[in-house]
């Protein structure tokens, strides 16, 4: 322990930067993955927070709401399928809206008054219980959308208040309204008055109790034509653009993944070869081996240890960077996230160190009397 | 009173590729309690090869070998290492310092890899072999902000640290000049002297021989209380 430590007080400027770098690569790693997980989160926040554990899409709609489409012949087959307690409609729609003053692209999403569909993560405020009511995303509140603000669908639409705020219910990267289902046929007809019909996007699915939402899913899909059924998570996770999202950023992580085992395994080695003249020495004057590794190990969890630390502050530095900078992204991170980020870089480093480990143990003591130790 | 070092009929072959090296062959010597012997002999003669095997760091191929009546002969690597722990002050031909402690840390680190002291018992220990070697205002500083001296002293501190029962000590001035060599063997048998210790003084130099008790020859592997015939062990006492 001690010895660990007056080697890193004496080469101060050395671990130094390791830690900064490990810090570094930590961050980059938890940074990537937290915009990720915020994007997706803002792509298909709506889906993932929505109640109905299962959705119904038009077959040709790709698992995209926005080019979806259900007859009412395929609603009305939906819900006799054995199994569901509850569907409703679920309308998914861009708009230009006036909120706050100005003017923003917004989605309304219209489901059944109590029906299925309808955000499960308020935090604020109510559900829509009428039309002209919605509950808007927790996110756009400084933008026009807090509760008790009223916004229209331009041009010439009706108020729609805003009773609620719920966490995380943003589609498409836009500000995200849940409202009534007749508030969102209203929308449409703005924009196209001579529709005869607004069909709904996609139908919201309950199970009844122990039917497990997969299994219905499936069933829907052999019972009713022309329709994709698709669990919550499944909606979610293979909307388009989300896994493309997802893969591309899985690959930069890797990368930065790969990059901090390999830069402190290869800087242990460097050290251990160098310092392998004093190493052998404690072994000829009696250090077990168990001690020098335990001592390499302890720099090695210090190293780690001070990077996460720095990887948290700049973390949390550039969070608050990007909020004050109004940024549409964040980074969006749960401790889990962080702790099975760190946890996984601390045991590849582990690993890593393991070849300094092996050099360790391979030092014959009787080299320190010729002092052949200094130059292998 | 058993004899602190006794080597018997030991003898250790080198295997260099095709061809043996008998590095030494039928060494037979006792060292008693308190005594110091010089081992005088020309480079290569087999000198460091029998330090290693009375240290514990390497085997004999054959003889048995007795450190303060204990035969080590046989003994396994983990127990060679705490007999080089807690027996043994090494003093070694080329390094002998952890250049990234300083010389008290020198000193200290023999107890922090597993030695018996603790922490207050430890330092106390250090400062005093460092305040009689002379070095107390040389405490801070790393091996490589001292003379060659200087390093020598520290190293022969590091050797004490332990309170060994045999100090082995190969070519201690021979990095050195006249007169530092002179006070580092002085110091030597003071320290070793004042603590009853044995020790054993590797050197081709016969003028450092007169701090020994007694001076034992050596060439081409083979032990002897006289100089053996030739130019080089023939001069010694000129
Ligand atoms: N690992 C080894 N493999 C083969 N031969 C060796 C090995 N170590 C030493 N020798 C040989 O054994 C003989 C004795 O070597 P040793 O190092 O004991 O000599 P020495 O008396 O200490 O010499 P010096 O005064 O130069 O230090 C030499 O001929 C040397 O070349
Ligand atoms: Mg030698």
Redesign the interface.
Known sequence: M??AW??VR??RLRFGLLAGAVGLLIFLVLFVQGLTDDLVTQFVGAVRNQDAPVLVYGADARRNLEGSQITPAQAAAVARVPGVAESGPLGEGTFTMRAGGALVDAVLIGVDAGGPGLPATLVAGRLPEADGEAVASDRDRGDGFDVGDVVRVEPGGAPIRIVGRARDINYSVSPTLFTTFPTYEAARRIRNPDARAVNPSAIAVRPEAGVDPAALAARIDDEVEGVEALTRQQAADEAPGVSAVQQSFTVVNLLFYIAIPLVTGLFFIIVTLQ?A??L?????????AS?LVRALLVQVGGVLAAGAALAVVLLVAADALLGATGASVGVDLSARTVVVTLVIVVVLSLLTALAAVRRILAID??R????A??SA | MSAALDLEDVRKVYRAGEGEVVALSHATLQVGEDEIVALLGPSGSGK?TL??IAGG??AATAGRVLVGGRDISGATP?EL??????Q?G?V??????????TAR?NL???D???GRRKGPESRARADRLLEELGLAHRAGN?PGQLSGGERQRVAIG?ALM?EPRLVLV?EPTSALDTRTGTQVMELIRTEVKGRGTAAVIVTHDTRMTRWADRTLHIDDGVLSAVPAAGPEGGDAEA
């Open positions: 001690t010895l007056r080697e004496r080469a310092k003249g004093a052998t020495l404690l072994r000829a004057i009696g250090a077990p001690v003591p009787i320190a009397t010729t002092g130790g200094v | 460091t330090l290693s760091l390497l983990g290492t705490r007999f080089r722990r807690e043994v090494f070694f031909q080329a390094v002998n310092l952890v250049p990234f402690l840390e200290l680190v023999v922090e890899i597993g790393l590091r332990n190969d």
